[in-house]
């Protein structure tokens, strides 16, 4: 009895934790999935059942639209096929509203699946907005530099007008690092762009390149 109350207590904290878990025997059927696993995907309670074949979820997940869209066929192999591979599987899947729902399969020693459901959709807009801004200087990244510089050569060819580029390299900065070390080099780096960026126009592209380089296109 002392065993079947803390697997009690364990079910009921496993259901207050904005994580959604779900569990499947070694046939594939559920098991056991918590509130936030349902609530992600709006799971009919007809569903939730212990016993239910997977598939059977597999095909609610398709029908609100997280596998993208495609032949339902298709997509159920591809999502039993990810199922029955016997390593972790870390993947990202976007619901129809936005949000974004990491998926972490966990294999079971009974040869059963736990699958952890993490709402990432903050996460990723955040490594989305570093990956197109430099963190340091506030500039754009090389990436979304790059985008930039390709539209003002699109834009040239339709108005049949020229660009200009600068590239702007600071060859003795890591030199500089390695004498007054990381802080002290990033202070003076923030201080370049800062005295730079009033002398150029709002229009033209200002952008990181690299390390040491920065480009700017007009």
Known sequence: KIRELRDMMNLEVLDQIPVGVSVYD????????????????????????????GVEHVRHLIKIGLYGEGDPEELEAAALERFAKAEGLLKDFTLPDGTIIEMRHVPLRSGGRAILHTDVSVFRAQESKLAETDPLTGLHGPSIGTRQ????????????????????????LASYEAAYGQGLTNRFLRRVIQRLQPLIDENYVFARGGTMDFVICA
């Open 26 to 53: 070694s046939e594939r059927r559920f098991a056991w999935g918590n509130k936030a696993y349902q609530e992600f995907y709006q799971f009919p309670d007809a569903l939730m059942v212990s016993g239910t074949r």
């Open 149 to 172: 510089i390709l539209a003002l050569f699109q834009s040239s060819q339709l108005t049949n007008t020229e660009v200009l580029g600068l590239r702007l390299q600071l060859r003795r």
